[in-house]
């Protein structure tokens, strides 16, 4: 085996640390170790699920699955397990381990009861990730190794840099080396869909999957089609955390795609078939659109413009033209607040704060909304400026203070065999 032609980021080392103090020194193990990256949205928000598109951008924080096949000597496995057929996985973030046999899959698919017991309750989330990829893979017909799994990851939780895709990625990579797939992609948002009761669309896994470094993923989420599409040279991305908790998400979330179904259904009695939000072009919508009551009208608005505006973003990035590219981040931002309503006072501040900083070219929030992230585009160098304000802004206005995390594009996950020196 050759050495891996990457220079490992912070959680795969610390994951592949972490698997060889598990195995007591013991080298005789298969290993290898998965990495898969969160993501950043520049352009399209709430589009995903109405079969639109996104153009996400792949950020170098990760989740690492270090991954050693059978691990029937373990003092865990021992004492819980058949041997040789525990797949146990160690999360070193959350300082919790739980193991599945894997002759009791279908039990776990079948039985809410065995699913609750594996994943111990809703306090143990990790688990349900994890487990939920692993029968989503048996469901798909892989062959699930036995072993142990060790998980580190750096991507800030529940933030809107999506780290349960880069989770999802990770464990699908460490236990199948059958490589970064459209088809993985779809796999783990079902994992997320089924066994972690979350809606989500496609795109965080697929960035996680399939981006490349230095490029934009444009994808369209009807049918799966893509183009990485390069990022103008000089350009940088930084995400600021609000550091407000985005507790209202997942009501709120909920509400908004019950508030697109109601609006199809409306809307269909005017303009006929209509299988989602991608098939009404912003021309038959203005014609429409007083068929609406608000805050409908709205929240459709906000989504015809949205998938208009990453089109017209990949042809200012195909030009390389920044300026008009982060204009159209800004309009997408106004669109979330006031449209789409799903921004906060300390979002609104940060998009307005960093907008005053000379190299900025345009500034959003990211994610679903409701409290997380902003990510900022702007011209290399202009990092210390934008902190500066930024920070400044949010403590005199909310005495808090923001992280801010410069962030570099990243490729889409990959397995690479671990070494015994790391
Ligand atoms: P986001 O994807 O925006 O970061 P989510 O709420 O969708 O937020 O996912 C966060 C969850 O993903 C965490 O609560 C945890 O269960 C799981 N997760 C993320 N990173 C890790 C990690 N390094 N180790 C274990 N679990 C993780
Ligand atoms: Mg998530």
């Known amino acids: 085996m050759t ?7 912070e959680p795969a080392g610390r994951a592949s640390r972490g698997l060889l103090e598990l195995l007591d020194e013991d080298m005789s193990r298969r290993r290898r170790i998965s990495i898969a990256p969160g993501r950043v949205n ?7 699920y109405n079969d639109g598109f996104v153009l996400p951008v792949a950020v170098d924080r990760y989740v690492s699955c270090a991954f050693a096949e059978g691990v029937e000597h373990t003092e865990h496995t021992e004492r819980t397990g058949p041997k040789g057929k525990a797949l146990e996985f160690v999360s070193l ?13 279908d039990r776990y698919r079948e039985s ?5 017991r594996l994943t111990g309750g809703p306090k143990n989330r990790w688990r349900r990730y994890v487990a939920g990829v692993v029968i989503e893979m048996e469901a798909a017909g892989s062959s699930i190794p036995t072993g142990l799994g060790v998980i580190a990851g750096d991507v800030p939780l529940g933030s809107g840099l999506s780290s349960s895709a880069a989770l999802e990625a990770a464990v699908y990579l460490a236990l199948n080396n059958g490589g970064a797939t459209p088809e993985a992609a779809l796999l783990c948002q079902r994992a997320e869909n089924r066994w972690v009761g979350v809606p989500c669309g496609v795109m965080d896994q697929f960035t996680s999957f399939m981006a490349e470094a230095g490029k934009a993923l444009f994808l369209d989420c009807r049918d799966l089609t893509w183009r990485n599409i390069p990022l103008p040279a000089g350009t940088a991305v930084t995400v600021i955390d609000s550091g407000v908790q985005r507790e209202l998400a997942d009501g709120e979330y909920l509400k908004r795609r019950q508030e697109i179904e109601t609006s199809l259904t409306i809307l269909r009695k005017v303009t006929g078939p209509l299988e989602s939000l991608r098939d009404l072009s912003p021309e038959v919508f203005e014609e429409v659109e007083d068929i609406l009551p608000e805050p409908l009208r709205s929240r459709v608005q906000h989504v015809v413009d949205a998938n208009a505006r990453v089109r017209e973003g990949v042809t200012r990035l195909v030009l390389e033209e920044s300026e008009g590219f982060g204009e159209l981040m ?3 931002h106004l669109s979330l607040a006031h449209l789409y309503e799903v921004s906060t006072s300390e979002l609104d501040l940060i998009v307005e704060r960093s907008l005053t900083v000379d190299g900025v070219f345009g500034a959003r929030l990211t994610g679903a909304g409701f409290g997380g992230c902003c990510v900022v585009f702007h011209r290399e160098g202009c990092e210390g400026p934008l902190r500066e304000r930024v920070e400044k802004g949010l403590e005199s206005e909310f005495g808090r ?3 801010v995390h410069h962030l570099h594009s990243a490729d889409g996950a990959g397995v690479y065999p671990i070494e015994d020196q790391i």
């Open 3 to 9: 050495s891996p032609a990457v220079v490992w980021p």
């Open 42 to 48: 520049l352009l399209g928000g709430h589009t995903d």
């Open 401 to 403: 203070r923001p992280t």
């Open 93 to 105: 973030d959350f300082g919790d381990r739980f193991m599945l046999d894997i002759t009791d899959i």
């Open 330 to 332: 800004v309009d997408c």
């Open 112 to 116: 809410a009861d065995a699913f609750e």
